[in-house]
């Protein structure tokens, strides 16, 4: 499963890089386009964190990762999605939990450390 979603969140990052790069181009601000090219990078380098733990799981199975992955996922949800639907010119208040995603993230890769030390004990 954890593959499957990891290669999902990398197929939508690879069709909102695109639509970002062709279909907004002369529709929106300079500033419309650094939040899509932003939501995208961040996208793009989880996704492959993902995809990274995911392939983890099935190396070193007695590392938990359930909780990093999903708190890294929703983190993508929360930080991506709100830069995406800022840049489509939604409420710019929708940037407030721009950073609740940013954290998540953080804590879903400190909790990968948590439980590789704990592992590694």
């Not at 990052?13 to 932003?38: D, M, N, P, S, Y």
């Not at 392939?55 to 199975?61: G, H, Q, T, Y």
């Not at 930080?79 to 800022?86: A, D, I, T, W």
């Amino acid at each position: 499963m954890w593959i499957a979603i990891s290669a999902l969140n990398l197929a939508f990052a690879v069709i909102l890089g695109a639509f970002g790069a062709h279909g907004l181009k002369a529709r929106a601000t300079e500033a419309q386009l650094a939040w899509w090219h932003t939501a995208t990078d961040y996208f793009f380098y989880h996704a492959l964190g993902l995809l990274a733990l995911a392939i983890l799981s099935k190396i070193i199975p007695q590392l938990p990762i359930k909780t990093s992955f999903w708190l890294i996922q929703v983190g993508i949800i929360f930080f991506c999605g709100s830069l995406y639907v800022m840049a489509l010119g939604l409420p710019r208040g929708l940037g407030a939990i721009t950073p609740i995603g940013g954290a998540l993230m953080i804590a879903g890769w400190l909790m990968l450390a948590w439980n590789a030390f704990k592992y590694a004990k």
